[in-house]
């Protein structure tokens, strides 16, 4: 037994091996497997086993010791946790003898948690649960969870709706001081505003639209004039009646962008607002902010001017109808169109042509690619999937809205400040394996400066018309980075544009909205309430939320409808490629299933610069735009995902060590 003195030596040794301790800060990263890592700050990953990781979560702040546990391999160890973000999370209820979990249905946390008795809310196995961490795991690695909400049970109508809510923290109600403006808000409100406005109610502006949309944005018109046209542009004028620091002002900030689920949207703004008094019905007068501007014969723009007007639009047209007009189509609906109206509307797809034209010359065009629209049926599952078409008018539409916001970039790239969408064209990170597909497969466009705005709209031009080995165009398009909001005026390289903005949409996004903020508070001084950049990055933070939650929602809705599908050949086209296998998106109805390079025959190769899939042997190859059949091979229910079984494809010969280049 230790006497006084040897425990005193023991607690001072312990003492000193602990001060002498080498920590490193850095966040933890989950896998797919039971292991993890720890993003340290000094820019390194450090391996956690599995038995580490049942101490922390995903996210979690942490400080690491790290040790070598055989020649040239290091792990760390959890020192103590710093901070822990992840809180609340979903999942589904389980009963396993005398023990009751949470399944959590959250990335990165593979195990069970318990659910002390007095914290399970009554909820029954196989529910679907929205839970909090009760207790952390990181004493003993055996975190617990309590109950917040049972969202509903596995098949119910709208499950996978409430369920994706509920994933990424979206509310599906408004808070009460949200209701109470909206509710005051009155035809009275509106007409308030209408003193010192342009009376532009005699304009024959026009929305075009799907026939279902009550949010209408944005309404147009067009008259010629000596060296081409006047443009106008009508965009709902929301920030006439929220007041700034508001809280549906406030609200729209959280929320950033309003959501389009299949058959139930998730709106940004009420629908009091949203779809009654600041959508620019037929028939009404509505507040708008005009953008009029000089469109040249040969597309190019001239002058532009901002306006706040009162508009009264002569008709909520649909794309079909419109385009049957552009097309000389003559049915009782379009002969009914006013005189003015239907003048206008030729003109305008007359200055949408030269708009299209110019930006085919001196930008980039995104290339048209098959829409798909989701019916969903009464328990809100898919009943069919139909093409949806882009016709003349849903481009006419979109050139007028370029046109506009170009002039609102313009605007506040004048002024030195503003709200933009910068894209930096290609990854960084990429540029190695860019540089050697250009020298192996493109070889002329090899000394083109991709990091510039005129070099990458060449390569994106010149690799579109290039006959080669490999789609380089669809190549380089799989590599590119992701648009960012900035207060600065920064290319848009996409777009092939020197800045680029949105006010268009004002009524379905929070930086539409606050560009409008921008453009009054410039030309008529009122009020705004500018946005710092933590709340710019918590802006973008959300508008990534909300696109995840939609293509989450869509995957679950799609994986459960391709389970009706046979094992008959379906056509179809790989637009996905990676180390384990390969993306098929079919030409009926645009759904993707994933080809496992386990279930071909044979071991292949993924590369980085082509990004193929070449077979060890004999040099059978899988690539971007290739052309195959496929049948249903079942659903990965976890993962939500479609699989497929490859039943054909084009043969594409093999190349350099199998002698067929």
Not at 15 to 26: A, L, W, Y
Not at 66 to 79: A, D
Request: hydrophobic residues 35%; glycine residues 6%; charged residues 25%.
């Amino acid at each position: 037994m230790l006497n006084a003195d040897a425990l005193s030596q023991l607690r001072q040794l312990k003492s000193d091996i602990k001060d002498n301790k080498v920590v490193f800060p850095g966040t933890v990263k989950a896998t797919n497997g039971r292991f993890g890592f720890v993003a340290l700050d000094e820019g390194r990953d450090v391996f956690l086993p599995p038995e580490e990781m049942q101490k922390v979560l995903p996210g979690d702040r942490v400080n690491v010791t790290e040790h070598e546990i055989e020649k040239g391999k290091t792990q760390g160890e959890v020192e103590e946790v710093l901070e822990t973000h992840l809180t609340t999370f979903v999942g589904r209820y389980l009963v396993r003898g005398k023990g009751h979990f949470v399944a959590p249905d959250t990335p990165g946390i593979n195990r069970w948690i318990f659910i002390p008795p007095k914290e399970r809310k009554g909820a029954q196995p196989d529910d679907y649960i929205y839970c909090q961490i009760h207790r952390h795991p990181f004493k003993d690695g055996k975190g617990q969870a309590r109950v917040l909400r049972i969202i509903g049970k596995a098949g119910e109508p709208g499950i996978e709706r409430s369920f994706t809510l509920a994933s990424f923290d979206l509310a599906d109600t408004w808070p009460e001081p949200v209701l109470q403006q909206a509710n005051k808000l009155s035809e009275e409100s509106l007409a308030s505003e209408f003193d010192g406005r342009d009376d532009r109610t005699d304009q024959p502006y026009v929305t075009i639209d799907s026939p279902g949309t009550q949010d209408m944005d944005d309404a147009l018109m067009a008259t010629p004039n000596a060296t081409g046209w006047t443009l106008s542009i009508a965009i709902a004028d929301p920030t006439a009646v929220i007041q700034p620091g508001s809280p549906a002002e406030e609200e729209a900030f959280n929320r950033a962008t309003a959501i389009y689920f299949p058959g139930e949207p998730l709106p940004m703004l009420p629908d009091a607002i949203s779809t009654r008094l600041c959508s620019l019905m037929p028939d009404v007068k509505r507040l708008a902010l005009v953008c009029d501007l000089q469109v040249n014969n040969d597309g190019s723009l001239g002058d532009y001017q901002f306006h706040r007007a009162v508009i009264q639009s002569r008709g909520k047209l649909s794309y079909d109808l419109v385009a049957h007009l552009i097309e000389g189509r003559e049915d009782d609906e379009i002969k009914a169109l006013p005189d003015t109206v239907a003048n206008s509307l030729d003109q305008l797809h007359q200055a949408a042509t030269a708009l299209r034209k110019w930006r085919d010359e001196h930008a980039l065009l995104s290339a048209d690619r098959p829409e798909f629209r989701l019916r969903l049926d009464e328990n809100k599952r898919i009943r069919v999937i139909e093409p949806s078409v882009q016709n003349e008018a849903h481009r006419l539409v979109e050139e007028c809205m370029v046109a506009a916001n170009r002039c609102a970039a313009d605007f506040l790239q004048q002024r030195g400040e503003g709200l933009f969408i910068q894209h930096s064209g290609l990854r960084d990170d990429r540029a190695e394996n860019i540089r050697k597909l250009l020298e192996d497969h493109a070889p002329h466009l090899a000394d083109v400066d991709a990091g510039s705005a005129q070099g990458f709209k060449t390569l994106m031009k010149q690799s579109g018309e290039l006959e080669a080995e490999v789609p380089v165009k669809s190549i380089l398009s799989r590599q590119l980075a992701r648009a960012e909001l900035g207060f600065e005026a920064a290319p848009h390289q996409g777009m092939g544009l020197p800045a680029y903005t949105t006010f268009t949409s004002p009524l379905r996004k929070f930086s539409d909205f606050y560009v409008h903020r921008l453009i009054k508070a410039a030309l008529w001084e009122t009020p705004i309430k500018p946005l710092n950049p933590q709340q710019l990055e918590a802006l973008q933070a959300s508008q990534i939320r909300a696109r995840q939650a939609a293509n989450a929602l869509e995957a679950w809705l799609k994986s459960d409808y391709a389970k009706s599908l046979t094992e008959e050949a379906m056509a179809g086209t790989i637009s996905r490629t990676m180390p384990s296998g390969f993306f098929v998106r079919l030409d009926s109805n645009g759904l993707e299933g994933f080809v496992n390079c386990k279930d071909l025959d044979g071991k292949y190769s993924f590369d980085p610069v082509t990004l193929r899939l070449i077979h060890n042997k004999n040099g059978r190859i899988f690539q971007l735009d290739q052309r195959v059949e496929v049948c249903f091979s079942g659903v990965d229910d976890e993962r939500r995902q479609i699989n497929f079984k490859l039943m054909n494809a084009e043969s594409i010969p093999a190349t350099g060590d199998n002698g067929n280049d």
